[in-house]
């Protein structure tokens, strides 16, 4: 064990994690937490377009310590504590030829885990071409890991996959300590964060699909033999009979509350459609932010339309969807919605989960991608959006690709990022750089009144005038004796209804 590394130097966890796998034969490294490099090197990211940001400090009210301790000097005063820290050793395995994506895959596990709420004190990478069947790392590591986690106290593993519920259990049976998996990690996240009714209702369906086939007992508490009118709270039929286990029980009440929740979820989708069919009525293009998590999707609807979403240097800090309207610099209206962000190795139960909060991109006439421009490797982060759009059946909208955090890059970077797409627009929420450009950009892209026509409206048919704006594109308008005459561009769909006004057709 090398105890000279200071946990001040600047270094991350990860970072320390990796420089030694090279060298490490045998034993263990221990060494103090730093910044995972999936997040932001500072937390001033919160610029004048987003508000005051109240949520956020509500949020961040119920501070995280290391450790559990009082706050007391006199202990006949009510006792508050703090919630505790969790210390966490993560892994990963790699194969040959590999190492690249499994360090970036380290890294933003790490910053999923100090999203989660833990410390990370230490890791360990292994090559294998597949992972042990039995505890997933080989019995060696497995055991080395054991010898790590007793060296820095830690209380959680972390895996970088997802583990199949006897890996699990072998591997705990190892270390003697709770391990968990990368999929647990994200629907942790998206428990804490989720505020509306929807999300919350969407979460937990997604916690319970994932944790049915992985129920477990304890000695025999799960095993015993529930015979008799068993769910006495209104179980009714099918709760009675001498060979239901409890274990059987706890399943059957888990698939009665997935049902449950699937049929709420169902209910939200009436008032959804129901403003979609009303934008749709009157015939307001939308436009969906999509993008990696942390991008900055939410500082750039700020940007864009002073929403005031919450914005946080974290994973997942918005789940719900928030639309607004904008206008094109010609004046064209259209919606703006903000929506959930994605990672490598989404969980499938989370996608179906929130398949209908991303009906806003699949629904949208134009994908604003975005991707954060200063991350290490903006083109996995481009791969999973697409995979993730592909699954929705959105692919055949057009996109628009977007680099944010473009304040943070320097100019051999852009280089190398205009090589990756070369038609990209690089933008700032933070400084607003670029932003103008995104906006001719989206003005170019959506779908543009065709057929230009001259009405002659009466005064007392100002509801005409009002949809013109909306609808269409008002190039000219005069005021005559008999009404307004104005000259438009409009959709073809919408000439047949405005016959009674036309006085040329172009």
Not at 96 to 113: F, H, I, M, T, Y
Request: charged letters at 30%.
């Amino acid at each position: 064990m090398t105890d000279d590394l200071s946990p001040d130097d600047g270094q991350s966890a990860v970072d320390r994690v990796l420089a030694a796998e090279g060298s490490r034969a045998a034993g263990y490294t221990r060494f103090g937490s730093g910044r995972a490099t999936a997040l932001n090197a500072t937390d001033d990211y919160v610029g004048s377009a987003d508000g005051d940001q109240f949520e956020r400090e509500d949020r961040a009210a119920l501070r995280r310590v290391q450790g559990l301790s009082t706050e007391l000097e006199d202990v006949t005063e009510v006792e508050y504590r703090q919630l505790r820290l969790e210390n966490v050793v993560l892994i990963g395995i790699y194969s040959s030829g590999s190492l690249d994506d499994a360090e970036n895959s380290l890294r933003e596990l790490s910053a999923l885990a100090e999203t989660a709420g833990a410390v990370v004190l230490d890791g360990l990478l292994q090559r294998r071409p597949h992972p042990d069947p039995s505890t997933y790392l080989g019995k060696g590591k497995a055991q080395e890991l054991a010898d790590i986690v007793r060296a820095v106290g830690a209380d959680t593993v972390i895996a970088d996959t997802e583990l199949a519920p006897s890996q699990r259990r072998a591997l705990e049976d190892v270390v003697k300590v709770k391990v968990i998996d990368r999929t647990a990690v994200i629907l942790d996240i998206f428990s804490q964060h989720a505020k509306s009714r929807e999300g919350k209702a969407q979460v937990e369906l997604a916690q319970l699909e994932y944790l049915l086939p992985r129920l477990r007992g304890w000695g025999e508490s799960m095993s015993r033999q529930a015979g008799g009118q068993v769910g006495g709270a209104g179980a009714g039929m099918g709760s009675r009979g001498p060979g239901e286990t409890k274990i059987e029980l706890d399943r059957r009440r888990i698939h009665t509350r997935m049902a449950r929740l699937r049929k709420q979820i169902k209910g939200f989708s009436p008032a959804r459609e129901a403003k979609r069919a009303n934008r749709g009525r009157f015939e307001v293009p939308s436009v969906a932010i999509a993008g990696y998590t942390n991008a900055g999707k939410s500082s750039l609807l700020n940007r864009i339309t002073q929403a005031g979403v919450l914005v946080e240097n974290a994973l997942f800090a918005t789940l719900d969807a928030t639309v607004r309207r904008s206008r094109t610099p010609d004046g064209r209206l259209y919606t703006l919605a903000d929506t959930v962000g994605f990672v490598r190795n989404l969980p499938h139960q989370l996608v179906e989960a929130f398949r209908s909060t991303l009906e806003e991109v699949k629904q949208s006439d134009i994908i604003v991608h975005v991707v954060d421009g200063s991350h290490p490797d903006p083109g996995s982060q481009i791969a999973t959006v697409r995979d993730v759009i592909g699954e929705i059946d959105a692919r055949d909208i057009p996109e628009i690709l977007v680099f944010n955090k473009a304040d943070l890059i320097d100019d051999d970077q852009r280089l190398l990022l205009r090589g990756l797409q070369p038609d990209a627009i690089f933008v700032s929420a933070r400084t607003g750089e670029g932003i103008d450009e995104l906006q001719r950009r989206i003005a170019e892209v959506l779908p543009a009144p065709e057929v230009e026509v001259t009405l002659v409206v009466p005064y007392d048919r100002g509801d005409v005038i009002s949809r013109l704006h909306v609808q269409g594109r008002v190039l000219k308008t005069e005021y005559l004796e008999k009404g307004t005459r104005v000259r438009a561009l409009v959709h073809p769909s919408r000439v047949d209804a405005l016959t009674d006004f036309v006085e040329h057709r172009g």
